[in-house]
C-alpha cells in the first residue's frame, strides 16, 4: 500500500483569462460598491519624502500591438532605499509611502504611476543594488506573471555596479531594463515577446 502524501498537490496552471483586469480594478472598470478604492491606486500620500516622478510606458505584445488588458504592478523602496514592508529589518520607512501600485493598463496598453525615486538598496552579501522599481505584468494568454525591474537612465554610475544589470549586459539587453528620464517623466515601455523583448525575471 503506498504512503499517503502529507502535501497538497499541485493544480493545473490557468491563464489569468480576459478579465483579470476587471477583477483586480473593479472601480476602473466602472464596476462601483465592490471596494471603496481599487488596491495599490495611490503610492504617495501628502508629506512624501523624496522626489517626485512620474513612471509612464505601455505593455507591447510580440507583434507590436498594445495589450489593453493587462494588470501592471510595481514595488519599490522609498526615497531612503527603504521598503514598507513587515520583513524590512530596517527602520524609517516613509509612513506616507506604500511602496506598492497596481494600474490596469489602458486601451493602448498604457499606465502611468506617481511615485518617488527609490533610493539604493543594499544587496545581502554587501554593496548596493542601483535604484529600481520592480514590476509585474499579468494579462491573458500568460500562466505566471511577469516580473521585471526598471532602472534609470540618470544612474549610469550605480547601474554600472547592479549585479542584474550586469548579467543582462552580458547579453547585450541591459538596455530593456532602463527606463528613459526626461524631467520627473520616466518612460518605461515593456515588450512581453519580439526583437526589443524585455527581460523578464525568474524569481
Same mark, same amino acid.
Given at each position: 500500500?503506498?504512503?499517503?502524501?502529507?502535501?497538497?498537490?499541485?493544480?493545473?496552471?490557468?491563464?489569468?483569462?480576459?478579465?483579470?483586469? $476587471?477583477?483586480?480594478?473593479?472601480? #476602473?472598470?466602472?464596476?462601483?460598491?465592490?471596494?471603496?478604492?481599487?488596491?495599490?491606486? &495611490?503610492?504617495?500620500?501628502? /508629506? %512624501?519624502?523624496?522626489?517626485?516622478?512620474?513612471?509612464? /510606458?505601455?505593455?507591447?505584445?510580440?507583434?507590436?500591438?498594445?495589450? /489593453?488588458?493587462?494588470?501592471?504592478?510595481?514595488?519599490?523602496?522609498?526615497?531612503?532605499?527603504?521598503?514598507?514592508?513587515?520583513?524590512?529589518?530596517?527602520?524609517? %520607512?516613509?509612513?506616507?509611502?506604500?511602496?506598492?501600485?497596481?494600474? +490596469?493598463?489602458?486601451?493602448?496598453?498604457?499606465?502611468?504611476?506617481?511615485? %518617488?525615486?527609490?533610493?539604493?538598496?543594499?544587496?545581502?552579501?554587501?554593496?548596493?543594488? +542601483?535604484?529600481? $522599481?520592480?514590476? #509585474?505584468?499579468? +494579462? &491573458? /494568454?500568460?500562466?505566471?506573471?511577469?516580473?521585471?525591474?526598471?532602472?534609470?537612465?540618470?544612474?549610469?554610475? +550605480?547601474?554600472?555596479?547592479?549585479?542584474?544589470?550586469?548579467?543582462? &549586459?552580458?547579453?547585450?539587453?541591459?538596455?530593456?531594463?532602463?527606463?528613459?528620464?526626461?524631467?520627473?517623466?520616466?518612460?518605461?515601455?515593456?515588450?512581453?515577446?519580439?526583437?526589443?523583448?524585455?527581460?523578464?525575471?525568474?524569481?
Amino acid at each position: 500500500m503506498s504512503k499517503p502524501l502529507e502535501y497538497l498537490k499541485e493544480t493545473s496552471s490557468q491563464t489569468a483569462g480576459p478579465y483579470v483586469h $476587471i477583477g483586480m480594478t473593479p472601480n #476602473w472598470s466602472d464596476i462601483n460598491g465592490v471596494i471603496p478604492e481599487d488596491l495599490g491606486r &495611490r503610492v504617495v500620500s501628502d /508629506g %512624501v519624502k523624496g522626489e517626485r516622478i512620474k513612471v509612464t /510606458g505601455r505593455v507591447i505584445d510580440g507583434g507590436g500591438n498594445p495589450v /489593453g488588458d493587462c494588470v501592471v504592478e510595481i514595488w519599490q523602496a522609498d526615497a531612503n532605499g527603504i521598503y514598507n514592508s513587515p520583513m524590512e529589518h530596517r527602520s524609517g %520607512v516613509d509612513p506616507n509611502f506604500s511602496g506598492w501600485g497596481r494600474q +490596469a493598463a489602458g486601451e493602448n496598453g498604457e499606465f502611468a504611476f506617481e511615485t %518617488v525615486k527609490p533610493g539604493s538598496v543594499p544587496l545581502a552579501g554587501g554593496g548596493l543594488m +542601483a535604484p529600481h $522599481i520592480t514590476f #509585474w505584468i499579468v +494579462a &491573458r /494568454g500568460i500562466n505566471i506573471g511577469l516580473q521585471t525591474r526598471m532602472y534609470f537612465s540618470d544612474e549610469e554610475g +550605480a547601474n554600472q555596479k547592479d549585479p542584474i544589470l550586469a548579467k543582462a &549586459r552580458m547579453i547585450g539587453r541591459d538596455k530593456t531594463l532602463i527606463g528613459q528620464r526626461d524631467g520627473n517623466i520616466v518612460t518605461f515601455d515593456i515588450y512581453l515577446q519580439g526583437e526589443n523583448e524585455t527581460v523578464f525575471l525568474d524569481i
